[in-house]
Each structure stands twice: as structure tokens, then as C-alpha cells.
């Protein structure tokens, strides 16, 4: 197979600095992304994963946040040295996001074949006439009936599933290489959201270009997704492919995640899982592993040393120090035994 | 007609203050393009035969101290009014706007340099500011316009910093920036016509105020110069023969009232149809 590199993000830290101290939002964070690749990233609420889109995008400037460490090698060269000027040509050209609000992503004062147009003659030279025909061209091909009356609409007019079929347009507008879907469904219908996954995969593959889906659901994941990070207190604590990670998830973190899945053969009168106490923290992260101080199987070592990313076959990689030693399966059974749930 | 177009007519109409003001407003803008047709003498015409008299059939509204029609005069007054309200609001609002979008958007010490110096501007009175001016450029109309332009920067300033901050942190700002905008596209295609309201609501009340400020200059003899006929100095000059000919003052007074009267409401209306959550 032929390994054409898209992404390499290499030991990737961004902070944020507040009054309380420097937060660690993104911790030691390093992945590939080939040409074709779809890599989903997943985890909770503040486990880093959205802060790692924006810090390849180096959309961090309004927050306090800054990338203090690491590369992120785009088509090879690394855009943490880019400035703000090369970054605009990069942005929307060359890499591409997708928002998870798409009621309040667009701009309600310009219609919306307008707002593609802008972004195609923001990048590319073409005339007026002709960015608004690449435009209805673009809503043609994300499903928009009627594109030539839609593109002449305000957002408001839209349903919200159309906006971020409007959103999607507007992203792959100038066919980036790389396409970074934020939470792209999360606002929408559970019927909307498999349209708009089905859709973005449907893109992706007639580009060819990369994708990051990031995302808390691992049901978007096992439906767009090649390989998957899982990611807790801004570090990676699994790396594997869609199938490897449903079918033997390593990390104790993953089992919990894959646990608290409602399935058809879940008792509907029974609890569903879940992971005991709270992400920590980040201003005092535990010393050893992240997921120790909720983790059933912590021992010892687990509290006080940090465990490394270990390579155990292929690509897979984990963050534990069970299967360091042992190589350790968590059956999921074994998860519900100790409380009793 | 359309049903929508109905709709939003309606609406309008139903709005009381908005119609009332903005009859009034048009009122004196027909009077101040038509001047020439509706004024029965010409303003500037002195005639000592005819020195102060009453108001009656042939001067309804009397005549001055040299004898001309007050009635013309308060109608050519209408230009005069009408130009410096505008004009020095369409200067003091594009400054102010272009001041206050940037102090916004870049936040930091642009926006502490930017809210400082119209934090000093806005501590002097409006009027000994405009005096200033005056006193630096001379009198005039012209000096006027730019006087009372000057005191309308800061108001424009506070109010599209306010709106930008809150524009700027919306998600599609973000959106844009993602798909490569840089700040000029984000500025003036994104963030500037989202707070395009509340621009025009202070816009229409400010017109108000810059013809008060205006028609004081005028009355304390630093603005408009004779014999242009301006409402602000016709009640200067009548005051004198206030006791005998109280119509000197009173009718150029009203004049003023109504004219501002009408802006204000016009504008209390605009933004409650403009902006309709924040009153309800």
C-alpha cells in the first residue's frame, strides 16, 4: 500500500493559561493521517479532542490557549511555524472544518450561495459568476434540492440539517486534503444525523482527501471511521482500528466508553453502565495514569507512574500498564462485577 | 402586492411612534427639497414697511425684525437643519463605527487606547467640546457640521464596540475564520452588518440631537452666519423683540420641537421594530 502522509501530528501540546495556573489541554498528542484515511477521535467533554482540531487549524488565538510543544507536519511542512497569513491560505483551501452548531455557523445577514461563493473566491480567482456556479455546483452535490432557489436564501430559511449540509458545502468548497469534522451531527436529528455521516463518508471517499471525525459518539465512529484515538485528560489512551476497538477494546477507559452502550441485547429494565466518579481535574491530574483513580483494575503502579503509549502489535497502541505486563483482556462482564451493577 | 410585504406593512403601521415620527420627519424633508414652491416670499427679502408685524393672512407666521417672511424663512431654515443633522451624523458615524468595530474585534490595547479617548471626549460637555472646535476652525456651517460630528464619535463608538464583542464570539465568526477569512473579510462582510441595527437606531436619534446642538451654536452666534435663515439664530435675533413679537421666538422654537419631536419618535420606534426583545 502506498503510505502518501497527509497529517503527522507529533507530540502535540496545547495549554491554555489562566489564573489558576497553565491547564493542559492537550497532553503529548502524536498520530498519522494518510491520504484517504478517515481517524476518528473520541472522548468526553474536555478530554482534549476538540482543542487538537483547533490547534491544527491554529485557530486558538481568542482564548488563552497556546501550542506550546510538539509539530503538525500538513503535506510536510509544519504549521506551528506558519504565520496567521499563511494559516488563511491554508484554512478552507487546504484543511476544512466542520462545526457541531450549524443554527448558528452561518451568517444570517448573507444568503447562503453568498456565503460558498465567498469562501471559493477567497482561495481561488474566479469571478463573481463563476464562484456562484462552482456554489450551486456545491449544493448540488450535498444533496440540497433546488439548489439555484436555495443558494438565493438567508440560514434562517433552512432547516438545520440543510445548514449543515450548507456548512459541508462550504467546507469542501476548494476539495481540501483534509476535512475536520467537529461533532457534525450532534445538533441534529437522530434521522438527520445518519444522512449528514452517510454524506460527509460519501464526500470523503469521492475525494479522496483525509478526514478526522471528531466526536463522543462511538457510533459515529464505527460508521465513518478507519482507525480510531481514544483520548482522556488530553493524552491518548488507545489507538486502534474501528474493528480492533469494538472488538477487543485494550484500555480499561474504552471498555467503560463501550460498556455504557445501549445494544439490542441490553435489559431494558437494567442500568446501563457506568464509569464511576468524574474526569479529574485538569489543574491536578493524577500522577500516575489519568484513569487510575476510576479505573477497577488500577494496582499500585498505576497511581504513581504514568504509563507509556505502548506499541502492542501493528498500529494498535494503549496507554496502560496492564497490558504492558500481561497484555491483560477486560472482559465487559468483569466491568459490571465489582459494584454490582 | 405580496402577502409578506403586507405583513411587514402592517407591522409598521401598527407601530405608533414609528409612524407618527416618521410622518413628520417626512414632512420637513418635502419642506426642505420643495422650499423654493411652498415658501410664499423670499427668506433674505428685507423690507422696512413691513418690520415686525403680527402674523396675518398675507405673513402667517409675521415677519422679523427687517421685515422678512418668517414663515419662508423657517422653511429655508429646514435645509440648513436637515444638512448638519445628517451630515455631521454620517461623519461622526462612520468614524465612530469604524473606531468602535475595530476596538471590538481586536479587544486588548486597541480596544483600551480606542474606549480611553472616548472616554475623555465623552467627559467634556457636548457643547463646550463643540465650542472648542469652533474656536479652533472658526465659524460656520461647515465648522458646525464637523463640531457636532466630533461629539457624535464616542456615543457610535461604546454602542458598535458593544454589539461587535457580541457578534464576534458568535460561532460563525469561528466558521469563517476556519474556511481562511482574515480580519478585513471578518470585519467589514460578517461582523459590521450584524450590528447594522442598533447603528441605525443611534444613527436616527443622534440626527436629533446633532440638530439641537447645531441650532445652539447657531443661537449663540458661533454657527450658521447671517442672513442664512437658520432656526438657532432666528430665535436668537427674535429674543430681543421677544416681549413686543413673541412669534420671533415661538415659531422658529416650534419648529425645532416638532422636527426633533418627530426623529425621536421616529427613532424609539425604529429600534422597537428593529429590535423588538429588548423593550418587550
Known sequence: MEKDIVLQVENLQTSF?????????????????????????????GSGKSITSLSIMRLLMGTTGRIVGGKIVFNGKDLVKNTEKQMQEIRGNHISMIFQEPMTSLNPTITIGEQIAETIRGHQKKDRKAAWEAAIKMLTLVGIPEPEKRAKQYPFELSGGMRQRVMIAIAISCQPDLLIADEPTTALDVTI?????????????KSGGALIMITHDLGVIAETCDTVAVMYCGKIVEFATVHELFESPKHPYTVGLLSSIPSHETDSDEDLYIIDGQVPSPYELPKGCMFAPRCPHSEDICKNELPEL?????????????????????ANDRWKSPSGR | MSVSTKRKLKKIFKNRQLTLGGVIVILFILLAIFAPLIAPFDPLEQSMQRRLQAPSGEHIMGTDNLGRDVFSRIVYGTRVSLVVGIASTLMGGIVGVFFGVIAGYYGKAVDTVIMRATDILLAFPGILLALAIVAILGSGTEVVIIAVAVWAVPSFARIVRGSTLAVKKLEYIDAIRAVGAGDFRIIFLHILPNVLSPIIV?????VGGAIVSAAVLSFLGVGTQAPTPEWGSMVSTGRQFMLENPHLVLFPGLAIFLLVVGINLFGDGLRDHLEPKKTK
Do not use: P, W
Open chain 2, 202 to 206: 443611534q444613527a436616527t436619534l443622534n
Open chain 1, 310 to 330: 505502548t506499541n502492542l502489535y501493528g498500529s494498535r497502541l494503549v496507554r496502560c500498564h496492564m497490558q504492558q505486563t500481561e497484555g491483560r483482556e477486560f
Open chain 1, 17 to 45: 493559561f489562566t489564573e489558576d495556573g497553565e491547564l493542559k489541554a492537550v497532553n503529548d498528542v502524536s498520530f498519522t493521517l494518510e491520504k484517504g484515511q478517515s481517524l476518528g477521535i473520541v472522548g468526553e467533554s
Open chain 1, 193 to 205: 444525523q445518519a444522512q449528514i455521516l452517510s454524506l460527509i463518508k460519501k464526500i470523503q471517499r
